[in-house]
Antibody, heavy 121, light 109 residues
Framework: QVTLRESGPALVKPTETLTLTCTVS??????????VSWIRQPPGKALEWLAR???????YYSTSLRTRLTISKDTSKNQVVLTMTNMDPVDTGTYYC?????????????WGQGSLVTVSS | SYALTQSPSVSVAPGETARITCGGS??????VHWYQQKPGQAPVLVLF???DRPSGIPERFSGSNSGNTATLTIDRVEAGDEADYYC????????????FGGGTQLTVL
C-alpha cells in the first residue's frame, strides 16, 4: 500500500524558514519515473502546486515561489524534504505531499494527510 | 500564467446528475485530472487523463474535455459525493507547471 506522511512544525514565526518532511512507504524514491510533489492549501482556498522532485533528482518549482523553495530527497530514509524561507502569515495553510506514479503521468495519487502550518508571531 | 476557472458551487438533488466544469484556454489540448476533497481530508484522485477512473472510483464518475472546457459528470448523485472538486492540468508552455482550478463545492440538496 502506497502512503505518504507529512511532518513538520505546526507553528512558525514570520521570516523563519519552514522545513517539512514527507515520509513515503510502499514505493521507492529510486523507482524509475516516480516523483513527489508538494502542494499547499490556505484555509478555505484552492490547491497550489509548489515543487516536485523526480527519481533522478530533477527538480521543478512554482515560478512565483521558486526563490524561496528548495526540495530534496533522502532515498535511504524514503523522505522528501521541502524548505521554504522567509515565511509570512499568507503562507499559512495545509501542506501536502503527493506522488506522481510514473513518467508520463501528470496527476497526483495518492496524497498524504497534510500538515497544517500556521505562520504567526 | 495558465489559469483554470471553476464555478464556485453546484447544487443537485440526490439521484440527479451533477456537472462540474473547468475552463481554460484550449484546455482540450491538455490532459485534465479531477480530485475530490471532503472537509478535513486530503484530496483524492477521481479521474485522470480526462476520463479514466482510478481503481475504486465508481462508474458514476465520468469526464470529457474539448475546446475550452473540461467537465466532470457525476451520475445518480449520492449524499456521500458532497465535497469540493478540483481540476488540474500539467501546463508546459514555459517552465513546467502543475495548475489547479479554484475548486467547485458540490452540495447535495
Amino acid at each position: 500500500q502506497v502512503t505518504l506522511r507529512e511532518s513538520g512544525p505546526a507553528l512558525v514565526k514570520p521570516t523563519e524558514t519552514l522545513t517539512l518532511t514527507c515520509t513515503v512507504s510502499g514505493f521507492s524514491l529510486r523507482t524509475s519515473g516516480v516523483s513527489v510533489s508538494w502542494i499547499r492549501q490556505p484555509p478555505g482556498k484552492a490547491l497550489e502546486w509548489l515543487a516536485r522532485i523526480d527519481w533522478d533528482d530533477d527538480e521543478y518549482y512554482s515560478t512565483s515561489l521558486r526563490t524561496r523553495l528548495t526540495i530534496s530527497k533522502d532515498t535511504s530514509k524514503n523522505q522528501v524534504v521541502l524548505t521554504m524561507t522567509n515565511m509570512d502569515p499568507v503562507d499559512t495553510g495545509t501542506y501536502y505531499c503527493a506522488r506522481t506514479p510514473s513518467d508520463g503521468d501528470t496527476w497526483f495519487d495518492p496524497w498524504g494527510q497534510g500538515s497544517l502550518v500556521t505562520v504567526s508571531s | 500564467s495558465y489559469a483554470l476557472t471553476q464555478s464556485p458551487s453546484v447544487s443537485v438533488a440526490p439521484g440527479e446528475t451533477a456537472r462540474i466544469t473547468c475552463g481554460g484556454s484550449s484546455i482540450g489540448s491538455y490532459r485534465v485530472h479531477w480530485y475530490q476533497q471532503k472537509p478535513g481530508q486530503a484530496p483524492v484522485l477521481v479521474l485522470f487523463d480526462d476520463s479514466d477512473r482510478p481503481s475504486g472510483i465508481p462508474e458514476r464518475f465520468s469526464g470529457s474535455n474539448s475546446g475550452n472546457t473540461a467537465t466532470l459528470t457525476i451520475d445518480r448523485v449520492e449524499a456521500g459525493d458532497e465535497a469540493d472538486y478540483y481540476c488540474q492540468v500539467w501546463h508546459t508552455s514555459g517552465p513546467p507547471n502543475w495548475v489547479f482550478g479554484g475548486g467547485t463545492q458540490l452540495t447535495v440538496l
